[in-house]
């Protein structure tokens, strides 16, 4: 069985853990937003060449560890096009985990975050099985049970250097106990194939897919090319249709989608009516990500002077959470608290 969150108020779910203040994806990052009233984090997970699953939003670590800054890697920097985009440092697929695990976490954009950057160089890399065992003693510190948002990344590159990420993700849920449905789980991908087969290997959880506001995923895009169904078709009525549908191609529990599909200017009930069709549908919404700072606002709520000001964030939450929708992903758990909970 799947856990359903509650409808009545939203899911507050620490992008990254808390990286409004610590660099992302760190365990500092983590348990401060447990602290701060976060219900689940969402980890990201790459794999390494030896088939451990690490935590970093991208497999390209350049911009979030001191790997550069490592003469014995500096020959491992290289060019890949991954979903289709060419990018050039280091991926995690080309080191060992005992290599990765000598790198330290640094904040990805320290010119609007200077005092995550105050952390940077100090904590290791996790693993997925880190973190796991870093949410349950949260979760016995603070007594209640917090929950995991799990975000598969680039599965078909995987897939196409020999990385079946379905199967590395079930041995380390099973392994840690959380794989049939003993705590509060959530998977979610850009793409629906890696979901349909961690749900065929009967891995319990709720399965959200992910929705950019353009573009098309890139399991499609390497199965159709040209033809493949976008992110946009998904959210049409007949797409619903197809992701709800018990037993379909696909099927999952949940969207997730871009805040600029809920907040458009065009048409201020888009965003309700969509979450009404989903809910219509026993889909769950989730949106992502709501963040304080002016660089990340809607214009309509930029304020003040400079990119890393905090804007009239509270106002940009307030026609969010009107939508209805059923969880948020923060970078600063405890505003969302404020915002979505008052």
Request: hydrophobic share 40%.
């Amino acid at each position: 069985m799947t856990r359903r969150i509650p409808l009545d108020v939203p899911l507050l779910i620490g992008h990254r853990g808390a990286p409004g203040y610590r660099p992302e994806h760190t365990a500092s990052s983590y348990r401060l937003a447990f602290a701060m009233g976060a219900d689940a984090v969402e980890p990201d997970v790459v794999a390494t060449r030896d088939g451990v699953l690490v935590i970093r939003h991208e497999n390209e670590i350049s911009g979030t560890t001191d790997v550069a800054d490592h003469p014995e890697f500096a020959d491992r920097r290289t060019t890949k096009l991954i979903d289709g985009v060419p990018l050039t440092g280091w991926f995690t697929e080309d080191f060992s985990w005992a290599e990765l695990a000598t790198l330290r976490c640094r904040e990805r954009i320290p010119e609007l975050r200077p005092g995550a950057a105050g952390f940077d160089d100090i904590e290791p890399i996790l693993r997925l099985s880190d973190l796991l065992v870093l949410v349950a003693e949260s979760s016995a510190e603070h007594g209640r049970e917090f929950g995991v948002v799990l975000e598969i990344k680039h599965a078909t590159y995987f897939a196409g250097i020999g990385h079946d990420l379905a199967a590395l993700v079930e041995r380390d849920l099973r392994h840690a106990g959380w794989a049939s449905g003993e705590h509060p789980l959530w998977i979610e991908s850009f793409e629906q194939g890696v979901l349909a087969e961690l749900r065929g290997r009967g891995v319990q959880g709720t399965y959200i897919y992910l929705l950019e506001a353009s573009g098309a995923p890139a399991d499609l895009v390497a199965r159709d090319g040209e033809a493949a169904s976008t992110y946009a078709d998904a959210l049409t009525s007949a797409g619903l249709d197809r992701l709800a549908r018990a037993g379909g191609d696909g099927a999952v529990d949940g969207i997730s989608v871009d805040k600029r599909i809920l907040l458009d200017p065009r048409d201020p009930a888009a965003g309700a009516a969509l979450v009404a069709e989903a809910h219509a549908r026993g889909l769950v919404v989730f949106t992502w990500t709501c963040r304080p700072e002016n660089a990340f606002l809607d214009r309509r709520f930029r304020t003040g002077v400079g990119r890393a000001a905090f804007g009239d964030y509270r106002a940009e939450w307030a026609r969010i959470a009107a939508t209805g929708l059923d969880g948020v992903f923060l970078d600063h758990p405890d505003l969302g608290t404020g915002a979505f909970r008052d």
